[in-house]
Nanobody
Framework: VQLQASGGGLVQPGGSLRLSCTGS????????IGWFRQAPGKEREGVACFISSDGSTEYPESVRGRFTISRSNDKSTVYLQMNSLKPEDTAVYYCATALTPFPPLYCTRVEGYDYWGQGTLVTVSS
């Protein structure tokens, strides 16, 4: 089972970036897809999740209204659209899939996810 995040890069504050997640994990059943990030010296944190069964999404307060998670119509790719980026958004971003259902409130918790892809670095700087 593989996942691969891509689309990272250098962007100025206030700019936008779209990350993509693809991989063989999407050819099997999964309950949720999550996007996470880890900045140097900090713990990994969830920034968005998508529940496969009903398409519902969850975001933490830190990114709500700026980040949007979505899935392609053929279900082969999951995107993270990031707008109004801030320097504090700088981190390595990862995508992951969860196999076992959990309450929506836990959707952005690291512990619920089973398969993780390699990350992609996002740097927000002028």
């Amino acid at each position: 089972v593989q996942l691969q995040a891509s689309g990272g890069g250098l962007v100025q504050p206030g700019g936008s970036l779209r990350l993509s997640c693809t991989g063989s994990a999407f050819r099997s059943h999964y309950y949720a897809i999550g996007w996470f990030r880890q900045a140097p010296g900090k713990e990994r944190e969830g920034v968005a999740c998508f529940i496969s069964s009903d398409g519902s999404t969850e975001y933490p307060e830190s990114v709500r209204g700026r980040f949007t998670i979505s899935r392609s119509n053929d279900k082969s790719t999951v995107y993270l659209q990031m707008n109004s980026l801030k320097p504090e958004d700088t981190a390595v971003y990862y995508c992951a899939t969860a196999l076992t259902p959990f309450p929506p409130l836990y959707c952005t918790r690291v512990e619920g996810y089973d398969y993780w892809g390699q990350g992609t670095l996002v740097t927000v700087s002028s």
